[in-house]
């Protein structure tokens, strides 16, 4: 059965060591089988307090990530690309102090603001050349790096599964594939369940919610044909849970979370956490 991992977005907006130190209690004895630290800028957050912190209540560490500061690695502007650039190599450099298992999250362009108008090709081509850049870095890691699709209110530069696979083409290595985030593939996949299916051979993350961030088993997504999904994923798989409300202002603005879910984010978090290993773990 694949790994369940809590997203910690939905404990805070850039969770810092004194935060994840409060947390990881917390989880100990919960359905949670890891624990996917969510930062963009790395404040407040020291590798080794981060390794210490896990390995002493036993969860093993994957990381989500962006670009802080409007960074880009399609800007026009080769200072920001390459600032972009060193950001990532720096993500890397904690992943692999830290002890994290995988890195991921939508690390490709300017998350400050909403998208406005349409990329170009030209955008599309700095941010391959950008990656193949980053190339030896990513080999050297050795560890899966996954890249996010966002939904076209949030990008114009991914936003679907067919294109981070072309850009994974690209790169051409391994262990860089696609992050499948079930409420940005519910926007804007042409048939969810099948795209799935076609790109499970890249997929190396999933983000699991109800779609529209909801509680897991009380949307219309069929999660029977996920859990089978899920179920031909090899067993140590990580998958996490994603989601966020209106609880935290920051986290609100920045991913335009207006109202409740039914649930707090964190009982989203830990009752789907046991919903997901009902179902996972059942017969096929």
């Known amino acids: 059965m694949v790994l369940i991992g809590a997203h910690t977005f939905a404990w805070s907006p850039g969770i810092t060591n ?5 947390l990881l209690p917390r989880l100990s004895g919960s359905a949670i089988d890891f624990v996917e630290l969510a930062t963009y800028d790395l404040v407040g957050l020291t590798p080794g307090v981060v390794a210490g912190l896990c390995a002493e209540h036993g969860f093993p560490l994957a990381i989500c990530s962006g670009l802080p500061r409007g960074l880009s690695l399609a800007s026009p502007d080769p200072r920001v690309r390459q600032e972009a650039q060193d950001h990532v190599r720096r993500l890397l450099d904690f992943a692999h102090a830290s002890g994290a298992r995988k890195l991921s999250g939508p ?29 030896t870095d990513l080999q050297a890691a050795a560890i899966p790096f996954s890249i996010e699709p966002l939904n076209r209110y949030q990008s114009s530069l991914l936003n679907t599964l067919e294109q981070v696979a072309d850009l994974c083409r690209a790169v051409d290595l391994p262990n860089v594939g696609i992050l499948v985030d079930l409420f940005h593939a519910n926007l804007e996949q042409a048939n969810l369940y099948a795209d799935l299916d076609a790109h499970k051979g890249s997929t190396t993350h999933v983000h699991l919610c109800g779609a529209n961030r909801g509680p897991i ?3 219309h997504l069929d999660w029977p044909r996920l859990a089978h999904w899920l179920r031909s994923f090899s067993p140590d798989t990580m998958v996490s849970i994603e989601t966020f409300d209106s609880s935290n202002p920051v986290l609100a603005r920045r991913t335009r979370s207006w109202r409740q879910f039914g649930e707090d984010a964190q009982t989203i978090v830990l009752d789907g956490a046991r919903v997901l290993k009902q179902l996972v773990g059942s017969a096929p």
């Open 217 to 219: 088993g009380q949307c």
């Open 107 to 135: 690390i490709h362009g300017d998350l400050s603001s909403l998208a406005s108008e349409p990329s170009s090709p030209e955008d599309r081509q700095r941010l391959i050349d950008s990656y193949v850049s980053l190339r």
């Open 18 to 22: 004194s935060e994840l130190s409060e």
